[in-house]
């Protein structure tokens, strides 16, 4: 991941003691591990020529891309969200795996996290079978006891059920809901499916969040790197 901050974390709003040991740590895929948003946007516009509407900037798409299609594409395209639906899963499936990019320094947080035992999962509103292709594109399928995309619970990110589907396929049994599970990801979909759970929700990207972006689903810690992420994540357990 590109960019610094100066410090190791930047709590929001309250100070890195606060932070609970994390038993189990659910990452958001697309920005948060991965770079996906050229791909994304790439779509979004091809799909958008598509069905007649006007196309997105760069920003746009940034700033509108986050819950589930299913949860959106009725509001967007109305009756024909289905035919939406399945002509940006055609593109994207064209393209995704040659243009899937690992963000700086989050493989080495995720081989670190993965040495010192504790259980990660995938929580993601991509499609499942995307989510998980992708996933063992990168050589990852031994990093994640689960990885739960769009589509594979009752309800998707940031309803519980995707949530509380990964926890049931915890190593050792299901894990409940609680603050020793940190939500980590990089969008205000991430916090509030955190805050919804009764997880942690962390916040792990580049830039701090402004004032007014999460509202009443703030997260507890912003790490700006998987450097300072893991970090964070090794003083606590060594804390104990």
């Given at each position: 991941?590109?960019?610094?901050?100066?410090?190791?974390?930047?709590?929001?709003?309250?100070?890195?003691?606060?932070?609970?040991?994390?038993?189990?740590?659910?990452?958001?895929?697309?920005?948060?591990?991965?770079?996906?948003?050229?791909?994304?946007?790439?779509?979004?516009?091809?799909?958008?020529?598509?069905?007649?509407?006007?196309?997105?900037?760069?920003?746009?798409?940034?700033?509108?891309?986050?819950?589930?299609?299913?949860?959106?594409?009725?509001?967007?395209?109305?009756?024909?969200?289905?035919?939406?639906?399945?002509?940006?899963?055609?593109?994207?499936?064209?393209?995704?795996?040659?243009?899937?990019?690992?963000?700086?320094?989050?493989?080495?947080?995720?081989?670190?996290?993965?040495?010192r035992g504790l259980p990660m999962a995938l929580v993601s509103n991509k499609t499942g079978a995307l989510l998980r292709r992708e996933v063992a594109h990168l050589g990852w399928d031994d990093l994640f006891f689960a990885a739960v995309g769009a589509g594979d619970a009752a309800r998707d990110k940031p309803a519980p059920e995707a949530v509380d589907l990964a926890l049931?396929?915890?190593?050792?049994?299901?894990?409940?809901?609680?603050?020793?599970?940190?939500?980590?990801?990089?969008?205000?979909?991430?916090?509030?499916?955190?805050?919804?759970?009764?997880?942690?929700?962390?916040?792990?990207?580049?830039?701090?969040?402004?004032?007014?972006?999460?509202?009443?689903?703030?997260?507890?810690?912003?790490?700006?790197?998987?450097?300072?992420?893991?970090?964070?994540?090794?003083?606590?357990?060594?804390?104990?």
């Open positions: 991941m590109t960019g610094s901050t100066s410090s190791l974390t930047v709590a929001v709003p309250g100070p890195p003691g606060a932070l609970p040991t994390p038993r189990v740590v659910l990452f958001d895929w697309d920005n948060t591990l991965v770079d996906t948003w050229p791909t994304i946007h790439q779509v979004v516009n091809l799909l958008m020529e598509h069905m007649g509407h006007p196309t997105w900037t760069f920003e746009e798409t940034r700033r509108r891309i986050g819950p589930s299609m299913r949860d959106v594409f009725p509001t967007m395209f109305g009756d024909r969200w289905q035919e939406a639906r399945d002509v940006f899963l055609g593109a994207f499936r064209e393209v995704h795996l040659e243009q899937l990019a690992v963000l700086e320094g989050m493989e080495a947080m995720l081989r670190g996290l993965r040495a049931s396929q915890a190593p050792g049994g299901p894990v409940a809901s609680g603050p020793d599970v940190w939500f980590v990801g990089d969008s205000p979909t991430d916090m509030t499916c955190a805050h919804a759970c009764g997880c942690t929700p962390v916040l792990l990207r580049a830039w701090p969040p402004d004032g007014t972006e999460f509202g009443t689903d703030s997260p507890l810690v912003h790490l700006a790197s998987g450097d300072h992420f893991l970090t964070e994540v090794e003083r606590l357990l060594d804390r104990g």
